[in-house]
């Protein structure tokens, strides 16, 4: 449905939007979506986030990347009010955000979904997806007992959806329960619902991790089309090639803070994140000081990933293991 | 021995008061527990605030019935909103522990030595249910049923007419609520509460709802359990009931609208089945190795026994599905 053109504008127009940023850590945007001052959150002794100031460039795709437990998801979870700041804030579209509860972050235009993927798997496919669309009348007790006050929105959220999954190339799993889908269709029908909301921002943490190859080249496709559609993409990933094929910016945390921001292509040659991401794979020979500081990075990883009740606190099994 | 004695026991077991009590109890869990995902085992409790909300009022307060059914209502809607506020925020582990704890505070404070004026202590209340019976369409007698395989009294007659009206009702009203959008957004946070947060639902108030809901069906479980006897009696409602009211719910199948009615009517046919039939077969000396007061204990056991096979061989329950249970073992 985009042609060539627009696919070409909607890029180039962010990529603009970044010429000649400094590759400075919070570096200011020309028209940020997104604004986060000072937020930080610390488990027991652990500061797992630590982010002084940044700012996400609306209509672009930006990265998050960094070794694992640098607290991506962490400050996603701070961000989507699913856990509470120890301190900070933030603005999405110039609107006070810190503290606000996730739903209503949600209805706000800006969606997230999950490293450990949230389908719902007793429900139907096409169920997920209508579950998705905002403003439902038929979600009130009492509206939902008369059918007929809510029979024609939810064809309107039903066509949306077979639009949506028709895209997603998931219509014909439309009535399949969701848990009956594979790993892959499962992070696609994560992304299709959260799409429901019509967000401004979408944020997908780590969209590709445990998708087979054949799926991951579709699951790009889509999220450039979000930013051709006019939406901000702000998603975490692994995967460098992934990262240069198709961010317009690149964000890099380690240890809680973001170390350095820049254009995709040049990031990988910025020596802080050489040292960042060389630092959790160390081959010389560890100092005294160094070598206690990761025993302890270890133990507090294993007490996280002990803790159940953590948003993903075993969410690293799954993205591989950077940090070796 | 005398089957048509113990299959018309059990029958008149499986529609009557005793049924329609765990079903609406049962009912109200669906709502909670088979929808929703919510642990309450506090059920008990909301059944006693209904029959003591009609038995206070009337028998201490000497104040109209209807009155009673009204503070009854507003009172298990009171206790919903008590124990959800604290405890939905938290993992549902918390709900489980304080609605348990509730009933027993419930049960105690009614059957408090302090407060016998108002409860009337461990004997409990009587005189209260006039009013209820005032209103029988069923003229005094009794009536047999299917050519008098079963039989009720006039009293009998009215308690299960009015009680399986309130439980078609009741059935009917959450049909229409699971089908509609309202109902999907319950079951997907059964599923996983943090994903309908990200979908912009505010959770804590869909939990609160269904708690309400199930609460206020429970209290009418009490108005049934009340009025059939003419009696409400602090011990009736220990945490036993509750547990009943789950074996009822399992059995019939959770998340179906169905379930809770037949897994009622089951449960106490096949209570009073074996009961039944345990004592004629040792009466008529067909069972010569058990005596008649173990029947009790025995009846528990090969119905528990029942349960056990049930769930290994059908653990949807009757009316399950069992494709969404399969997706468990994924
Ligand atoms: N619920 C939690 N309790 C304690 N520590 C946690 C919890 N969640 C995350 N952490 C810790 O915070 C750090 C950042 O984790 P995370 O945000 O998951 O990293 P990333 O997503 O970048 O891999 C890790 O050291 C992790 O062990
Ligand atoms: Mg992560």
Sequence with gaps: ?????????????????????????GVPKPDPILVVDNVVRRFGGLTAVDVAHLEVQRGSITALIGPNGAGKTTFFNQLTGFDTADAGEWTFNGRKMSG????????????????LTKALSKLTVVENMRLGAQRQRGENFFAGLIPQLWRGQESLITSEAEELLTRFKLIAKRDDFAGSLSGGQRKLLEMARALMGNPELVMLDEPMAGVNPALTQSLLGHVKNLREEGMTVLFVEHDMDMVRDISDWVIVMAQGAVIAEGPPHTIMSD?????????????????????EQQLHEAEAELTAEADQTGMDGNSRKESGDERG | MDWFLIFSRAFEAGIGSEAIIYCLAAIGLNVQFGYTGLLNFGQ???????????????????????????????????????LGIPTLRLRADYLAIVTIAAAEIVRIIVRSVALKDTFGGTDGLQEFAHSFYALNVFPAGQY???????????????????GWVLVALVSVILLFAMKSPWGRVLKAIRED??????????????????LVIGGVIGAVAGFIFA?????????????????????????????????????????WFLMIFVKTGLEEAINKQVITFLNVNQVGAIQYMIIGLGLILLLIFRPQGIFGDKREIALDAR
């Design chain 2, 44 to 82: 008990a409790a909301f059944l006693a605030v209904g029959a003591y909300s009609i038995a206070t009022t009337v028998a201490t307060f000497g104040l109209p019935f209807f009155l009673g059914v009204g503070i009854g209502l507003v009172l298990s809607v009171l206790l919903a909103l008590l």
């Design chain 1, 100 to 115: 606000v509860p996730a739903y209503k972050v949600a209805r706000q235009g800006m969606v997230r979904t999950f490293q």
């Design chain 1, 1 to 25: 449905m985009h042609a060539d053109t627009g696919f070409q504008s909607r890029k180039a127009a962010a990529l603009a939007a970044f010429e000649g940023l400094a590759s400075e850590p």
């Design chain 2, 193 to 210: 509460e943090d994903a309908v947060r990200a979908l912009g639902k505010n959770v804590f108030s869909y939990k609160m709802q269904a």
């Design chain 1, 271 to 291: 020596p802080r994140v050489i040292d960042a991401y060389l630092g959790a794979h160390h081959d010389a020979p560890l100092s005294a000081e160094e070598a």
């Design chain 2, 144 to 162: 047999s049923i299917l050519g008098g395989f079963i039989g009720f009294d006039h009293r009998g007659m009215w308690v299960l007419l009015v």
């Design chain 2, 227 to 267: 009025l059939s006897r003419s009696s409400a009696q602090p011990d009736l409602y220990s945490t036993e009931l509750t547990f009943f009211a789950y074996t009822v719910l399992i059995l019939g199948g959770a998340a179906r609208i169905l379930g809770p009615i037949v897994g009622a009517a089951l449960f």
